[in-house]
């Protein structure tokens, strides 16, 4: 069903048994129905939505609302998508005088409004983009909602260079209003009935799974081919893939890649996930010189503690990311229970997302 502005949306959902309100979403909800009329109303200069807070407040739900409600122009994507685009595309603009600003342009002249789910800046590189490509990207008026877990001052905080990212965050809080959406619970793990996708140490579990979703399908191991990469498989059939752990996240393996086999597959299988939280490296210094011998202020830089898995999990969080956001059932054999599986390390806030929606991941209503 679908309705005429976000706050429409919200009232029928309020309506419904088993939808638990807050006042946090109500403030969000106005927020969001304020930037849809203005929209609708042809205003030149309008303010767009930030809305962070905790994992499962409801917050892509709400601007999905918003986006779904939308009669103009107007693009929806994961954030992580959506810097893949960037940085292809300014690869193509290379050689052009400003390519961030042709960029924005030729955005701007595509849609009026762009919904980014799950802003997070982690990487020097996309934090030196954005803090140059949010500014012009509003110049050109182009509207942005957006959803995070972290308030727009807090982005990439401690990063490398942070102040090349600076720019781009006093553009996102002169443009945006900023709502806290911090209600107390999470909504994602009610109401619903549950339904077992995560086992452990039950090796077994998985060959029922796939039996039971590839019947009637012709079955193969080894070898499966996905875009440009090879994969080896437990097992495949045309609509279910099965995968260790160390097939799917300890190769070099890109979103990209995951989103194609979230294109070709209706359901995964990941056997033998191991406990992500192991014991952290201590912190490095980079050194300033060739070959590390003298420590150079000027060059010297702290390196992050590093779990020996974090290669792996971030691969890891990216799968559960797109088969979460394309309602791919992902079904897990791991060594430790799903509470346990990243209790300590360096991406223990970003792994808070993943915890929970691998939760919802557990009811039988997802996927369906």
């Given at each position: 069903?679908?309705?005429?502005?976000?706050?429409?949306?919200?009232?029928?959902?309020?309506?419904?048994?088993?939808?638990?309100?807050?006042?946090?979403?109500?403030?969000?909800?106005?927020?969001?129905?304020?930037?849809?009329?203005?929209?609708?109303?042809?205003?030149?200069?309008?303010?767009?939505?930030?809305?962070?807070?905790?994992?499962?407040?409801?917050?892509?739900?709400?601007?999905?609302?918003?986006?779904?409600?939308?009669?103009?122009?107007?693009?929806?994507?994961?954030?992580?998508?959506?810097?893949?685009?960037?940085?292809?595309?300014?690869?193509?603009?290379?050689?052009?005088?400003?390519?961030?600003?042709?960029?924005?342009?030729?955005?701007?002249?595509?849609?009026?409004?762009?919904?980014?789910?799950?802003?997070?800046?982690?990487?020097?590189?996309?934090?030196?983009?954005?803090?140059?490509?949010?500014?012009?990207?509003?110049?050109?008026?182009?509207?942005?909602?957006?959803?995070?877990?972290?308030?727009?001052?807090?982005?990439?905080?401690?990063?490398?260079?942070?102040?090349?990212?600076?720019?781009?965050?006093?553009?996102?809080?002169?443009?945006?209003?900023?709502?806290?959406?911090?209600?107390g619970e999470d909504h994602r793990l009610h109401p619903g009935v549950g339904m077992q996708r995560?086992?452990?140490?039950?090796?077994?579990?998985?060959?029922?799974?796939?039996?039971?979703?590839?019947?009637?399908?012709?079955?193969?191991?080894?070898?499966?081919?996905?875009?440009?990469?090879?994969?080896?498989?437990?097992?495949?059939?045309?609509?279910?893939?099965?995968?260790?752990?160390?097939?799917?996240?300890?190769?070099?393996?890109?979103?990209?890649?995951?989103?194609?086999?979230?294109?070709?597959?209706?359901?995964?299988?990941?056997?033998?996930?191991?406990?992500?939280?192991?014991?952290?490296?201590?912190?490095?210094?980079?050194?300033?010189?060739?070959?590390?011998?003298?420590?150079?202020?000027?060059?010297?830089?702290?390196?992050?503690?590093?779990?020996?898995?974090?290669?792996?999990?971030?691969?890891?969080?990216?799968?559960?990311?797109?088969?979460?956001?394309?309602?791919?059932?992902?079904?897990?054999?791991?060594?430790?229970?799903?509470?346990?599986?990243?209790?300590?390390?360096?991406?223990?806030?970003?792994?808070?997302?993943?915890?929970?929606?691998?939760?919802?991941?557990?009811?039988?209503?997802?996927?369906?």
């Open positions: 069903m679908t309705f005429d502005s976000p706050l429409a949306a919200y009232q029928h959902a309020i309506a419904q048994q088993g939808f638990v309100p807050d006042d946090a979403q109500r403030q969000a909800v106005q927020a969001l129905q304020a930037c849809h009329e203005a929209l609708h109303q042809g205003r030149s200069a309008i303010t767009g939505v930030y809305l962070w807070g905790p994992v499962g407040r409801g917050k892509t739900w709400l601007m999905d609302q918003f986006y779904q409600s939308l009669r103009v122009p107007a693009r929806r994507q994961h954030f992580h998508h959506f810097m893949g685009w960037v940085h292809q595309r300014s690869f193509q603009l290379t050689g052009t005088q400003d390519p961030l600003q042709a960029l924005a342009r030729e955005l701007s002249q595509d849609v009026r409004v762009l919904c980014f789910d799950e802003l997070f800046v982690n990487d020097i590189g996309d934090a030196i983009i954005l803090g140059r490509l949010f500014q012009v990207m509003f110049e050109e008026g182009v509207v942005m909602v957006c959803t995070s877990n972290q308030p727009p001052e807090q982005l990439y905080a401690g990063g490398f260079n942070r102040e090349r990212f600076l720019p781009g965050i006093d553009a996102l809080e002169q443009h945006m209003q900023v709502v806290a959406v911090d209600g995560y086992w452990v140490n039950q090796p077994d579990a998985l060959a029922a799974v796939f039996k039971n979703l590839s019947q009637g399908q012709r079955v193969s191991s080894g070898v499966v081919s996905v875009g440009y990469r090879s994969i080896v498989a437990v097992q495949a059939s045309a609509t279910v893939l099965w995968c260790r752990y160390a097939e799917l996240c300890e190769q070099p393996l890109a979103a990209m890649d995951f989103m194609l086999l979230c294109d070709r597959f209706e359901a995964i299988l990941l056997e033998d996930v191991p406990n992500l939280s192991a014991q952290r490296r201590p912190g490095r210094i980079a050194r300033g010189t060739e070959d590390g011998a003298e420590r150079v202020a000027a060059g010297d830089r702290d390196l992050p503690e590093l779990s020996v898995h974090d290669d792996s999990v971030r691969r890891f969080i990216a799968l559960v990311d797109e088969c979460y956001d394309r309602k791919v059932p992902l079904f897990i054999e791991a060594r430790v229970p799903l509470e346990s599986l990243y209790t300590e390390g360096y991406l223990e806030f970003p792994f808070r997302r993943t915890l929970s929606r691998l939760r919802e991941m557990q009811l039988q209503r997802f996927a369906v």
